[in-house]
């Protein structure tokens, strides 16, 4: 089964800390993606990459960077932290190669910034 | 501008009683359709992709239809485990899922 692992389930973080999200799968897929999800709006996506040292702007990138060093990592940086960054964070993955398969989701870092 | 709506926003049912939920999409060049299922403090789950109008899918007590402008999933018989959020997304040219907000979906024993 592909795995994707996100480092924390919970996270409480301080206005003004900068803030890492660390997501890990172990099939060797090329996509990975990062969405946050909010109670009515949905799960929008904030970057993505479609390789290593590949990145690209979601519909949300203000206030979030990311950095894909190695194939199997995906990292979500928030610069800054801010209150309006408080959301359920969601890694997805995916194979290059199986482009209407959809994506596999890790179970979410829950993220209150106080 | 890819769209998605989900309808209901939240549906109640008790066990047994059968019902469907809708996914209306705008989108330049469809390539699937998928829907997920999300349990509460979890990422959401792979169900179906479904391609080309007229295509169905079947999973246990879950089909999942496709027209050129909405999806459906009916529940037939649900039972409280199927309690949980149906999400439904799709995929332009472009690669990327666009997701619609949700159904929250609670089946009383």
């Known amino acids: 089964d592909v795995k994707v692992t996100q480092s924390s389930r919970y996270l409480v973080k301080r206005t003004g800390e900068k803030v890492f999200l660390e997501c890990v799968q172990d099939?060797?897929?090329?996509?990975m993606f990062w969405y946050r999800q909010d109670p009515g709006l949905g799960l929008r996506l904030i970057y993505f990459?479609?390789?290593?040292?590949?990145?690209e702007k979601g519909d949300i990138p203000e206030g979030y960077s990311v950095s894909r060093e190695k194939k199997e990592r995906f990292s979500l940086i928030l610069e800054s932290a801010s209150t309006n960054q408080t959301s359920m964070y969601l890694c997805?993955?995916?194979?290059?190669?199986?482009?209407?398969?959809?994506?596999?989701f890790g179970s979410g870092t829950r993220l209150t910034v106080v | 501008e890819d769209q998605v709506t989900q309808s209901p926003e939240a549906l109640r049912l008790q066990e047994g009683e059968s019902s469907s939920l809708n996914c209306s999409y705008t989108?330049?060049?469809?390539?699937?359709l998928f829907w997920y299922r999300q349990d509460p403090g979890k990422g959401p789950e792979f169900l179906f992709t479904?391609?080309?109008a007229g295509e169905e899918k079947e999973k246990e007590r879950l089909k999942a239809t496709l027209t050129k402008k909405e999806s459906f999933l009916h529940i037939t018989a649900p039972k409280p485990e199927d309690s949980a959020t149906y999400l439904c997304?799709?995929?332009?040219?472009?690669?990327?899922?666009?997701f619609g907000s949700g159904t929250q979906l609670t089946v009383l024993p």
């Open positions: 099939m060797d897929h090329e996509n």
């Open positions: 990459s479609y390789d290593v040292k590949m990145k």
């Open positions: 997304a799709v995929q332009a040219h472009g690669g990327q899922l666009t």
């Open positions: 989108v330049s060049g469809l390539r699937g």
């Open positions: 479904l391609y080309s």
């Open positions: 997805a993955s995916r194979t290059r190669t199986g482009l209407n398969y959809g994506y596999t």
